[in-house]
């Protein structure tokens, strides 16, 4: 696994219009850490994790990857950085639906270098699914697909992997199936952010933040406005 020191944002603000979605965000995330971005909906989760995950850039301010400025490089350049050092996983599974099991895992290492089905079993394996490589989507559960997203993210070995309610969409069994995988990779060492809203979820990480319009806020004010989203 390459060297990774941490994620660095500074001054972060991302603009649609006249709406700040992520606002003079300031934050740091550490090696090896496994982090829960969390709020409600509108607060500006999912589009703070698609600027770590170099899907957007920001308006203003700076992010840091692995040492290196991606606000400053070229598109080609931020694909590379994209491809080569972030696992992305999302609640929606984007499965290619008549590719199976296999072959979707497989369709992620061709953009990265050359397909090899051995790696991509091992992947598959990894997650609890070798017995289903020849499925295709359609002939998965939900929490099948996820896995295989999940070893998708993992076949070209990421230094950060970047999950969007990645158990939204899944029940109890399968949930506790994927958060087990998490926790294993985070044993790894692997730096892990993770978006919920699922308190149950959040808990299970290292650390959590807290977003309200665009904004981290502390716990304590997190608790007092969202009573209904944390209990601990």
Do not use: W
Not at 66 to 87: F, H, M, N, Q, W
Not at 123 to 135: C, K, P, S
Request: glycine share 6%.
């Amino acid at each position: 696994m390459n060297d990774f020191n941490s994620v660095i944002l500074e001054s972060v603000t991302k603009s649609y219009g006249d709406v700040k979605a992520v606002k003079n965000m300031n934050l740091r995330i550490k090696k090896g850490e496994f982090v829960a971005i969390m709020g409600p909906s509108g607060s500006g989760k999912s589009t703070l994790l698609n600027l770590i995950g170099c899907l957007d850039k920001p308006t203003t301010g700076k992010i840091i990857i692995d040492g290196e400025d991606v606000t400053s490089v070229k598109s080609r350049k931020l694909t590379e950085i994209r491809r080569d050092k972030i696992g992305l996983i999302f609640q929606q599974f984007h499965l290619v639906p008549y590719l199976t099991a296999l072959e979707n895992v497989m369709l992620a290492q061709y953009y990265h270098s050359m397909p090899d089905a051995l790696e991509a079993k091992e992947a598959l394996a990894e997650v609890g699914l070798l017995d289903r490589i020849n499925h295709l989507p359609r002939q998965l559960s939900g929490g099948e697909q996820q896995r295989v997203c999940v070893a998708r993210a993992l076949i070209n070995d990421p230094i950060l992997i970047l999950a969007d309610e990645p158990t939204g969409n899944l029940d109890e069994k399968n949930e506790e199936i994927v958060m087990d995988i998490f926790k294993k990779l985070h044993m790894e060492g692997r730096t892990l952010v993770l978006v919920t809203h699922d308190v149950e979820i959040g808990k299970m990480t290292q650390r959590r933040m807290y977003l309200e319009h665009g904004a981290l806020i502390t716990p304590d004010h997190f608790a007092s406005h969202h009573s209904h989203l944390i209990k601990d």
